[in-house]
């Protein structure tokens, strides 16, 4: 499994970084894990192949980890001039989600050169989405747009973990639980955040979780502010990874 961080920042553009969005190579399979609203531009600085990109999946519906969809859409129609089917699967709601974004930020039907299937994920339950064993898993972020999600990933015998956005919750012991990797966002360094996950609760719980790496991901200023004192390893944007 071969993964590339084209965006690892927050919301807020925190360090000039690009919001969420991780692209997973799995044998001939690529998946995009999140499409954050900058995450067009993300792709193409990273070089990564737009067409070649068989699904996405979706944690929640925050614009920083889903309003890249639309801008996706339309270069795939447009310039990518995509013809094979394309798969987006994200929490329950996600059919609605996509048809007011899509409407919100490009009016007017549109007729698709591709299939699109837009899938809403069976949470807590292993199924298969494009060749990958993947489970979502209900952590605790904000659900006003629908449940949020971490998705537990398995393929090609390795096993990765993404938090998605989350405080603690123990939801995260057995979705992360030995994984080969776990990409969890760390927002805070030591101040408590409703939503977000802090590294000193964060430190206390890896023990239990047992994950073979640990990468943080989604930093805010005060975390980018102590990375002096984080011993784990961060994403950057671009960052590429072999587990
Ligand atoms: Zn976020
Ligand atoms: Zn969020």
């Known amino acids: ?71 996706f859409i339309l270069d795939q129609q447009l310039n990518v001039k995509r013809t094979r089917p394309l798969l987006i699967a994200g929490p329950p709601g996600l059919r609605d989600w996509y048809a007011r974004a899509m409407a919100l930020a490009f009016p007017g039907e549109r007729t698709l050169s591709f299939e699109l299937e837009l899938r809403e994920v069976d949470i807590g339950a292993v199924q298969t989405l494009a060749g990958m064993q993947v489970t979502p ?35 995260l012991i057995d979705a992360a639980r030995g994984a080969d990797l776990f990409i969890c ?35 805010s200023e005060d975390m980018l502010s102590h990375l002096a004192d984080v011993e784990l390893e961060c994403a950057v944007d671009g960052m590429v990874v072999e587990v």
């Open 1 to 71: 499994m071969k993964l590339q961080f084209a965006g690892c920042g927050d919301a807020f553009a925190s360090g000039g970084r690009f919001n969420t969005c991780i692209h997973v190579t799995s044998g001939e399979r690529r998946i995009l894990l999140d499409c954050g609203a900058s995450s067009l531009v993300a792709m193409k600085k990273a070089g990564i192949d737009r067409g070649a990109i068989d699904a996405i999946l979706l944690t929640h519906f925050h614009a920083d980890h889903f309003g890249g969809i639309p801008f």
């Open 137 to 171: 898993v209900h952590v605790k972020h904000d659900d006003r747009a629908g449940p949020c999600l971490a998705y537990r990933i398995e393929s090609g015998g390795k096993t990765l973990c993404f938090s998605g956005d989350t405080e603690w919750t123990d939801t």
């Open 185 to 219: 966002e760390c927002y805070m360094f030591e101040t408590l955040r409703k939503s977000h996950m802090t590294l000193s609760v964060l430190r206390r719980h890896l023990p239990a979780i047992g994950a073979k790496r640990v990468i943080l991901t989604h930093l």
